[in-house]
């Protein structure tokens, strides 16, 4: 019983992550974005800075660069700039979607107005609160420090593993209501045990029928994500070949991803 929740909740939140191809994305070193600034903090600590007006600073002296030069840098910073909202919206539609989900499910478990669903839409809600804190500054604009991400990750294991544990603490701390319920169930209905179990299967199978388009949907935007970020790292290492000040400006890199 417990595997079928946690994987009722999973079965969605999985392709926060997710895609055809492997994706792979860290930092070196520290990027922030804030207030349309791009900021760049390399391992050899050379502070890179690109302003609103993308003007490239390097440690405070600004760089003149040729015009294919910025043009490429241009589409550096768009694409960063691009890339910040696209992983917020997935992570927030898996989360509305997981939530969904596990109200469902401890629905279709424990009737209507039950406290764990209640408990489910706080934990989560929480969840995405930190989310949008994360990516939004209070104005709305968009920003991103990559401080944030546990081990340099890009949204990938730190947030998986948060949404992991709620999950986990939401069943851990309704386990026994659902078996008590479910006690009830089979005492007051003749104790068919089978009949549940293929209701239960049947649920489940609904349930993952319901969110397939949806999940291929969001899977689908993971893979343009995913070659968002592998275009930002193409350009970074061309500015590092051909701006001898940026040479060694390799904060993201994109492992795993074939352009």
């Not at 550096?76 to 992570?91: E, K, L, R, T, W």
């Amino acid at each position: 019983m417990r595997n079928f929740i946690f994987c009722s909740a999973m079965l969605v939140s999985s392709t926060v992550v997710a895609a055809e191809q492997q994706c792979d994305v860290e930092f070196n070193g520290g990027l922030q974005l804030e207030n349309q600034v791009l900021t760049l903090t390399t391992e050899q600590d050379n502070t890179i800075v690109i302003n609103q007006s993308k003007q490239l600073y390097v440690n405070g002296t600004q760089t003149h660069l040729s015009d294919s030069q910025q043009q490429q840098l241009n589409e550096f910073y768009d694409g960063i700039a691009s890339a910040v909202p696209m992983a917020a919206n997935i992570a927030s539609d898996a989360i509305e979607l997981a939530s969904y989900a596990l109200n469902e499910t401890f629905t279709q478990l424990l009737g209507e107005n039950n406290s764990v669903v209640a408990d489910i839409t706080a934990q989560l809600d929480a969840l995405k609160r930190e989310l949008d804190q994360s990516f939004y500054a209070d104005d709305g604009s968009v920003r991103l420090n990559s401080a944030h991400f546990n081990d340099g990750q890009f949204l990938s294991e730190g947030f998986e593993e948060k949404f992991e544990q709620a999950i986990e603490t939401i069943v851990a701390h309704s386990i026994g209501q659902i078996m008590i319920t479910i006690g009830s169930e089979l005492m007051f209905n003749g104790g068919d045990v089978d009949d549940f179990e293929q209701r239960m299967e049947s649920f489940a199978h609904n349930i993952e029928n319901k969110f397939d388009k949806d999940g291929e949907a969001l899977e689908a935007r993971a893979e343009v994500l995913c070659a968002s970020l592998a275009n930002i790292d193409r350009l970074e290492e061309k500015l590092q070949n051909e701006v001898p000040q940026l040479a060694d400006m390799d904060v993201l890199q994109v492992k795993g991803y074939a352009m």
